[in-house]
């Protein structure tokens, strides 16, 4: 595969012959969010299960349910909204880790990813992390287990700059805000990210089948896991390293410092901000 990867390299200067010849096909990608309404047009048919997992007393109950409208917040709808574009045809399985605040606790995140793994979903978006550093050990046991299975888990940082996991994590794709204008730009990473994604006043699908911008790191990691399916589609069981590798090769260096990106971004947002627009 290798030498496939190498060739095509040598042929394709730029990023864009990906979203030409690839749609995401034959992939699918654990979305581990709020939920996502499965309901609204734009992901009409592309939600093909939906699982929940809640705090119920001092255990987690899970719910399997067919795909539905099974977000409040708005958060993985906008995340699937912008992998599912990048990707139209990836098959998307909601996995709804975080209540209807968009908020979740560690116990609930790694019994989400751990259900991901044991389904062998190859391709695993987390818009999420924990910051508590009592928790490295057993998110670490996790990825490494997924890493056995060539699971790739694609994961934000943090949007305030400060280390969460499982993004600072060996054997995770990280992505942070990018200077990227467009979805087939990606960006390197700047700090302890891996790669830059389009993810400032980025627009996707929101409530009550609307559609809606959207700015934070959540965003842009949606982005660059729709660019990861695109490369799985071409090249099926492409490992962990060579995916990494072949983003980077396409990777453009940002001319900002990640403080201003993200100071940019959201002032941006925040001129363009008006009803449903939402920052993350």
């Known amino acids: 595969m290798l030498e496939d990867i190498l060739k095509y390299l040598g042929e394709h200067e730029k990023i864009d012959g990906f979203f030409n010849e690839c749609t995401g096909k034959g992939v699918t990608v654990a979305v581990l969010d709020s939920g996502i309404d499965a309901t609204h047009p734009a992901l009409a048919g592309k939600v093909i299960s939906s ?3 809640s705090q119920k007393g001092r255990g987690i109950a899970r719910s399997i349910l067919p795909p539905r409208d099974n977000d409040k917040s708005g958060h993985g709808t906008g995340a699937a909204g912008i992998l599912s574009t990048v990707a139209p045809d990836a098959r998307i399985v909601d996995i709804k880790v975080l209540n209807d605040l968009a908020m979740g606790s560690f116990r609930v995140m790694s019994e989400g990813l751990q259900y ?9 978006n987390m818009g999420l992390g924990v910051r508590q550093e009592k928790f490295i ?8 287990e997924a890493n056995r299975r060539n699971i790739i888990i694609v994961a934000s940082s943090d949007n305030k700059g400060r280390t969460i996991y499982p993004a600072a994590l060996p054997g995770v794709i990280s992505v942070d805000l990018g200077e990227a ?5 990606v960006r390197s990473g700047t700090g302890s990210a891996m790669f830059g994604g389009y993810g ?12 809606v911008r959207q700015t934070g790191t959540s965003f842009a990691a949606a982005h660059i896991c729709g660019v990861v399916a695109l490369l799985l589609e071409k090249w099926p069981g492409l490992a962990l390293h ?3 590798f072949v983003l980077s090769r396409y990777a453009r260096p940002n001319t900002m410092s990640q403080d201003d990106i993200r100071r940019r971004a959201y002032s941006e947002m925040k001129k363009e901000r008006a009803g449903s627009e939402t920052e993350d």
């Open 51 to 53: 699982v929940t997992f």
């Open 116 to 124: 991901a793994i044991e389904q062998n979903i190859g391709l695993v």
């Open 137 to 144: 050990v057993p998110i670490l046991k996790l990825v490494q």
């Open 181 to 185: 204008t467009g979805l087939q730009d």
């Open 200 to 211: 400032a006043g980025i627009s996707t699908c929101g409530l009550g089948h609307s559609y």
């Open 242 to 244: 060579e995916i990494e």
